[in-house]
């Protein structure tokens, strides 16, 4: 008996669920529309179980639920929207940020995304094997998400967009995204990327915000590499000077995955081992 009643549960709790625009939604989720509908928690779930065997959901982790929208032939749920529910708190960065807003034209084929959060993907668990994507990426039906961490004090620099009609996302900023650039160059190739994209879109990135941003940071070695950059753009000396006057002890590469040469900028305490714009 208790299957024949909990189908329809199921699909009640469904229809209300994406009522709601939740196309992806937690145990807690359910079971918030379940009290709404009457149904009692005890069997929730009997009705996950069944929507997930049903075809009309997938678990993509533990307390976690997507919406098979293949089987009710509406869209899938956006990359970015499964991304950020997948771990929580998270923005999108890096290259799907530099993608998203349209500062590369380069279509990442991994979604990147920024966390707080210590994590634990399968990989990292050893239930998968493929050695060909580092163990920080999480694939849930064929889409590889890879999540960086950074430090709780550090996650900042975001805005919320709509990525659909139904699900707003975290990502950071422009400047922010340029500031991860130099924050960590090996992600994107090398800092000879990064500085491509400064220099080709310049007048979209607010500048003051960046040199804020990257005060903020605090790190050195960053503040100062930028601060070159900015400099080498033609950006105005008082807009430059606040990095200029960061403290710093020695001397550090312009790209610090590059060879170990170049001219000494005085100035900047920089190395500049990368050729001139």
């Known amino acids: 008996m208790t299957a024949t009643y909990a189908r329809p549960f199921g699909i009640q709790l469904l229809d209300a669920l994406l009522a709601e625009g939740q ?3 937690t145990t807690d989720d359910a079971r918030q529309a379940a009290e709404a509908l009457g149904i009692k928690s005890s069997t929730l779930p009997t009705a996950l179980h069944q929507l997930a065997a049903g075809g009309w959901v997938r678990r993509v982790r533990n307390g976690l639920y ?16 499964i991304a950020t529910a997948l771990v929580d708190p998270s923005a999108i960065s890096h290259w799907s940020a ?3 807003h349209g500062l590369t034209e380069q279509a990442p084929r991994v979604v990147t995304a920024s966390t707080p959060k210590d994590i634990v993907t399968p990989r990292m668990r050893g239930a998968e094997h493929d050695t060909a994507l580092p ?3 999480w694939e849930v039906d064929g889409l590889a998400i890879r999540f960086f961490r950074v430090q709780p004090g550090r996650f900042w620099g975001f805005e919320e967009v709509w990525v ?3 699900s707003r996302v975290r990502i950071t900023d422009r400047e922010r995204t340029v500031l991860d650039g130099f924050l960590a160059p090996g992600i994107f ?3 000879s990327e990064i500085l491509g994209v400064l220099d080709e879109h310049l007048g979209e990135i607010e500048i ?3 040199v804020a941003y990257a005060l903020r940071y605090g790190q050195g070695a960053t503040v100062k590499r930028l601060g070159y950059a900015l400099e080498e753009l033609g950006v105005s000396a008082d807009v430059v000077r606040p990095l200029r006057e960061a403290p710093i002890s020695g001397y550090r590469l312009l790209d610090p995955h590059g060879p170990d040469f170049g001219r000494y900028v005085t100035a900047w305490h920089i190395r500049a081992n990368l050729p001139r714009r």
């Open 23 to 25: 196309r992806i939604f």
């Open 66 to 81: 997507m919406v098979d929208e293949t089987r009710r032939g509406g869209p899938a749920p956006h990359p970015f929207a």
């Open 98 to 100: 530099l993608a998203y």
């Open 135 to 137: 163990a920080s990426v």
């Open 164 to 166: 659909d009609e139904f």
């Open 189 to 191: 190739g090398s800092l």
């Open 208 to 210: 003051s915000r960046l």
